[in-house]
Every structure is written in C-alpha cells, then in structure tokens.
C-alpha cells in the first residue's frame, strides 16, 4: 500500500517555464513533507520541506504547497532551468510519531528542455 | 565535509554469496538510515540506528539481511546468502536530530547486482 504516491514519472518542461510536481498522500497522521532531489549516480539531497502547520513555503525558485483538506502537495519550480533536471522525490513523516521514518514516493524525472 | 561516503560504489556478486555494503555517516550526526532502491519499489527505509543502537528494523525484508554500527563513525549491511531479487541500489543517509525537521543527507549509494 502506496502511502505517499507520485503519479506522474515523467514531466518535460521548456527553460524558463514552470514545472510543477504532485504528490498525493494517504496517512493523515503525515504532518511534515519534504521534497528530495536526485540526479543520476548521486544519492538524493534535501531541496525544501514544510510543515502541515502552514499552506506554503518558497525558497528562491522553489516553492511547496500543501492542501491537508485533499492531502495534496505540490512542487513549483519557477523558472525552471536545464540543471533542474533530475528525478523528484516527495517524502512525508509523522513528527508525532516516529519522526525519523520518511515515506517516499517513487519520483518524477523531470527533464528541463533548452 | 566530505560527506555520507559508502563503498563500494558497484558490486556484482554471484546468487549464495555474502555482500558487505559499508558507510561512513557525516561527523557529528547522531542517526544513520540504510534505504534500498528498487524499480517497483522506490526507496524504502531497511533500518534505522540512533547513538549506534538499532531502533527501528522492521523495514528489513528478512533474516538474511543484518546491519551493524559499532562505533559513530561506521555501519554494515550484510546479506547472506545474497539472491538476485536484492538486485537494487542500497543508500546509507545520515542526520542530527532535531525537535522536527529530519534533514537525511544520503550518500552516492550502491548499486548492487545478484547474478
């Protein structure tokens, strides 16, 4: 049972437009997300997180939405540039619980296109 | 910081063979994750060590698989006997722990093949 779920593999953006990555989530007992970036024969690195307390949080051209009514979030990378390239992995943890333990969902490859 | 390092980077073994995975988690964190990689699966966490003490290996697929952390600065992954459906790319992660956010620093993983 899939707990957190990335439904898109793939996405193909053109440089300089918005790319844009789902994530759906099924526990509701998920208070903390985090976005995970993976480029090919490197292990994933850290790229932006937010707590369930807010609905948004940006970091340059990075910014996360998170809807808990549809238990939704959502990556905005804006504009989106060739070095963007990479798969894009969604993980969730419940801070009350075992706060250590990240869910992660499959990722999406995003390809951005000179 | 040189960062979560894990060796080797590759490893091709033959089905009945024992596979050691090493890593070396960043100085000065306290908590050490080993995840595997598949296709179907995605990334799964296999065992979760706190101060060098195992705390949470339910996500360890069964008894041939063991893991170790005998000092802050070093774990192993063992698989005995190794069988192709381990065929996966095996991360070692590391983090100081915090009140709530849980930033893992992953190493370059692993990329294993059962033959």
């Known amino acids: 049972d899939q707990q957190v779920k990335q439904n898109s593999p793939s996405l193909s953006v053109q440089e300089g437009r918005i790319s844009i990555l789902n994530c759906d989530y099924t526990n509701s007992m998920f208070d903390y997300f985090l976005w995970y970036k993976k480029y090919p024969a490197e292990g994933p690195t850290f790229l932006i997180s937010?707590?369930?307390?807010?609905d948004k949080n940006e970091d340059g051209r990075f910014t996360v939405f998170l809807n808990k009514s549809a238990k939704h979030l959502s990556l905005h990378i804006v504009p989106s540039q060739p070095g963007d390239s990479a798969v894009y992995f969604c993980a969730a943890s419940n801070s009350g619980g075992s706060n250590y333990k990240l869910t992660f969902g499959k990722g999406t490859l995003l390809t951005v296109n000179p | 910081d040189a960062g979560v390092i894990q060796s080797p980077r590759h490893e091709v073994t033959e089905m009945g063979q024992e596979v050691t995975l090493r890593c070396k988690p960043i100085?000065?964190?306290?908590?050490l994750f080993w995840y595997r990689q598949t296709m179907m699966r995605g990334l799964e966490l296999l065992i979760y060590?706190?101060?060098?003490?195992?705390?949470?290996d339910s996500g360890m697929p069964e008894d041939r698989f063991s893991a170790k952390m005998p000092n802050a600065s070093f774990s192993t992954l063992k698989i005995q006997p190794s069988e192709p459906r381990d065929s996966a790319v095996y991360f070692c992660a590391s983090s100081l722990r915090t009140a709530l956010k849980e930033t893992q620093y992953f190493g370059p993983g692993t990329r294993l093949l059962v033959l």
């Open positions: 937010i707590s369930s307390i807010k």
């Open positions: 060590f706190n101060n060098n003490v195992p705390i949470d």
């Open positions: 100085s000065g964190h306290n908590s």
